[in-house]
């Protein structure tokens, strides 16, 4: 082998120049698209048994007798046990909070003496197929003594409603006046104008493609328990199951493969993948529980069941001078881990006041439990509810002041940066006018006005919405201990280390289900390093491989991972630019990083390729300097400071109402976004595309019910209405570029904005179309029939005119 060319000419090849802002093919596609991805269900392995869950039938009751006897007699069933079998600790999340504002609840793996949702797990099936183990449920007998079940939150406040947890004597889990103007009052009393919004939103079920799954085995050589599961936050699986095995977490492993979607649902630690674990350390053998859709849509985590009660106060001029609300969240019946039932209405509370100028506020915020399956994070967490009943005010408010709708908005928007709000929220430099401005006018440009106008004279009714949000992102360890969280997310770390040939691989701690890491990532590294994007390997979801991370959600990947990612890719340069200016003998302030090498600056003839300086690093340890260890590795952390940083957006709707059937058609979607620097425009545009549709979905289709026993009346797709590619709108997304100073590279995040704008939007372009009824609706979603009464009273005013 032979000594470094310290003198070599660099390349006459040119790399593809900057990574950051190219919309590079997303790499994942090739096996996503072909079949070569490996899912949890994709997962086999020798001896393998199968799982499922004998679940509550009734909502609510006392488990007076549970038989297992039977199971174990099924023709291929393996084992069945209870929770007294397995004796597990319970799931408990904590915000260190007085018992005045916080009351934990303790969930346990599987259910013992009492029942508090149709669903809930009482009893794991162990066989040797699915199909054995489906029987192998059909033959457990549990006797219940019923209770009133508590299916509202209106039930579950009333004075006389009975307690789904006994320790919980209001089922109120969390009462928070987190803010409070002191003159608010006053406030409200001198106003030209008070309008007010009563708004209630659906529970909806974030439904990814991919069911949630685990596949647990014990591994001999390492002592590990492995559980190859699809979560978003595999460390907080790695803690918890430690924790309720009574083991250390070094023998817990978590791996999570290809993953199809989250959405949020799979960001919290769930009972069946601990009760799997459990029954895979009982045998000895691996275990595979995978959730049938009928599961996934009554007894998964849900989302989104809120009631807002909220005032505004305003001038003549149309500036608002106060908001007074009262929020109501339904969380079902236990907190989930680490958010707890907070994860709602504590975000609801902060960050209500969003993009306008609000003077004076009063908030007072509350999750209250009933007999339904908890609830989750979903995409948006309490952004899309809250914006909306914003956006309703607003609207109101232009109606009874006489202005436009879009003046109103734009006389009361953040415009000054850094602004600090009356919610002690600083808001990072945004384009929050500039979008508003363009969305309408691409609308007006277009021609939608006149033709809103044009129709109404052929009895078409046409109507046009806007909604105007930010969305914090890049939340840090400081913004969540805001919340009181006792496990408190925010830092990442990462790793980044070439090898003898100049590749590049990157351990992350967040996780990729569908947001492109494996592209995005790659680009910022090769961006700070100077090479191919191909040269990099994104490694992510293994516990094993990084000290800890917390996972994806919030839109934290790129402000938080990336700037991780970005500060290792850093750090691993400076150690390529150290060894580089030994090797051709002169200082490390005089060469630089380039072509996937180092050069001399002052002469650009003297340049060494990385895979000769690797091969010193880890060949030829001999000929490095000496202030150099062996290898090229490197390992950074990072923690967004202060409040994190906002991305924001404008989005505009045009709707159609048909009075025959009630139904809402999108007729035009305009998004006009700004996430600071898009690493990658196209992904960014897929995002946002995503994001509205989901909004789509809560606000027109999507809502889970229950009879008033408790039982779910959405067990399938005939009952649970998705919305398909024919009922998407033309969607445009423009993009306008406000770098942030709180992150590496300048980016915000972007994963939640289009499911944030989306619902006020349209619940705005719809109340335009009624705006001739004088009927208004602010309840979502927004169902045909309630269409149809508006439309049919509009009908009878007119022939009475």
Request: glycine letters at 8%; charged letters at 20%; one cysteine or more.
């Amino acid at each position: 082998m032979t000594a470094p060319s310290a003198g070599a000419r660099e390349p006459t090849f040119t790399p593809s120049g900057a990574w950051i802002g190219a919309s590079v093919p997303r790499r994942e596609d090739p096996r996503l698209l072909t079949g070569r991805a490996k899912f949890v269900d994709d997962i086999h392995l020798p001896g393998m048994l199968h799982a499922q869950f004998v679940r509550a039938t009734v909502a609510s009751g006392v488990v007076a007798d549970l038989d297992l006897s039977a199971v174990t007699a099924v023709p291929g069933v393996v084992a069945a046990y209870s929770g007294s079998d397995l004796d597990l600790t319970d799931i408990v999340a904590v915000l260190e909070r007085p018992r005045e504002e916080f009351i934990p609840t303790s969930m346990p793996v599987l259910a013992r003496d009492v029942v508090r949702y149709v669903g809930e797990p009482l009893a794991i099936v162990i066989a040797e197929n699915p199909y054995a183990a489906e029987d192998g449920i059909e033959a457990a007998r549990v006797t219940y003594l019923p209770n009133t079940a508590v299916v509202s939150d209106w039930q579950a406040l009333a004075p006389d409603a009975p307690l789904v947890h006994g320790y919980a004597g209001t089922n109120t889990l969390l009462d928070v006046s987190m803010f409070a103007t002191e003159d608010i009052d006053e406030v409200f009393a001198r106003a030209d104008h008070v309008v007010r919004v009563r708004a209630k939103t659906g529970r909806q079920n974030a439904l990814p493609l991919e069911t949630r799954g685990v596949v647990a085995h014990w591994d001999d050589r390492e002592e590990q328990l492995v559980l190859h599961t699809c979560t978003q936050v595999p460390h907080q699986v790695r803690t918890v199951a430690s924790q309720c095995l009574r083991c250390d977490e070094r023998a817990v492993r978590v791996i999570v493969p290809d993953m199809g979607g989250g959405f949020g649902q799979k960001c919290v630690v769930g009972r069946e993948e601990i009760a799997t674990a459990a029954a895979s350390l009982q045998l000895r053998r691996p275990v595979k529980w995978i959730e049938d859709r009928k599961d996934a849509l009554t007894a998964s985590f849900l989302a989104r069941e809120q009631r807002y009660d909220a005032r505004a106060a305003f001038s003549d001029d149309g500036r608002i001078l106060g908001l007074d609300v009262d929020i109501v969240c339904d969380m079902g019946a236990y907190s989930c881990y680490p958010f707890t039932v907070g994860i709602e209405p504590l975000m609801a509370s902060a960050e209500m006041p969003g993009v306008y100028r609000v003077p004076a506020y009063r908030v007072r915020g509350r999750a209250v439990v009933t007999n339904k399956a908890p609830t989750a994070p979903y995409r948006g967490v309490s952004r899309p509810q809250y914006v909306m009943v914003m956006e309703r005010l607003f609207e109101r408010a232009a109606r009874d002041i006489g202005l436009d709708p879009v003046e109103i908005r734009r006389r009361n928007l953040i415009t000054v940066f850094p602004y600090t709000g009356v919610n002690d929220i600083t808001y990072d430099p945004g384009s929050y006018l500039e979008s508003l401005n363009l969305c309408q006018q691409v609308l007006t440009g277009e021609g939608w006005y006149d033709r809103r106008d044009h129709y109404a004279a052929q009895g078409r009714v046409l109507g046009i919405g806007y909604s105007c949000f930010s969305e914090r992102t890049g939340y840090g360890s400081d913004a969540f201990a805001k919340r009181k969280m006792k496990v408190v997310p925010g830092y990442d770390i990462a790793e980044a280390t070439m090898d003898t040939n100049g590749s590049v691989i990157v351990t992350t701690g967040t996780l990729s289900h569908g947001q492109s890491h494996e592209t995005t990532m790659a680009q910022i590294v090769a961006d700070q390093l100077g090479i191919d994007v191909d040269k990099v390997k994104i490694s992510q979801g293994d516990t094993a491989r990084i000290t800890y991370g917390w996972g994806s959600f919030a839109s934290r990947s790129i402000a938080i991972g990336g700037s991780s990612i970005d500060l290792a890719a850093t750090k691993l340069g400076d150690k390529l630019l150290l060894i580089g200016a030994h090797l051709l003998e002169t200082s490390p302030d005089d060469v630089e990083l380039h072509n996937a090498g180092v050069r001399r600056i002052d002469d650009h003839n003297r340049w060494l390729p990385f895979s000769e300086i690797a091969e010193v690093a880890y060949l030829k340890a001999h000929l490095l300097p000496k202030e150099a260890e062996p290898g090229l590795r490197a390992t950074a952390s990072f923690d967004a400071t202060g409040d994190g940083t906002f991305s924001n957006a404008t989005h505009g709707a045009v709707v159609e109402l048909h009075p025959g059937s009630g139904q809402v058609q999108i007729l035009r979607y305009v998004c006009v976004e700004d996430c600071g620097v898009a690493i990658n425009p196209q992904v960014v545009e897929g995002q946002a595309r995503g994001g509205i549709a989901q909004g789509i979905a809560g606000v027109l289709f999507e809502e889970v019910t229950y009879d008033t026993n408790g039982e779910p009346s959405c067990a399938s797709f005939m009952d649970y209405k998705v919305p398909t590619a024919m009922e998407m709108p033309d969607i445009s997304v423009h993009h306008l570029e406000t770098p942030s100073a709180f992150t590496r590279s300048g980016a915000k995040g972007v994963g939640e904005g289009g499911t944030i704008g989306a619902p006020a939007a349209i619940l705005n372009a719809v109340n335009d179309a009624l705006r001739d009824t004088g009927i208004e609706l602010d309840d979502t979603p927004i169902a045909p029939e309630t269409v149809q009464r508006a439309l049919h009273h509009r009908m009878c005013a007119e022939v009475n005119l």
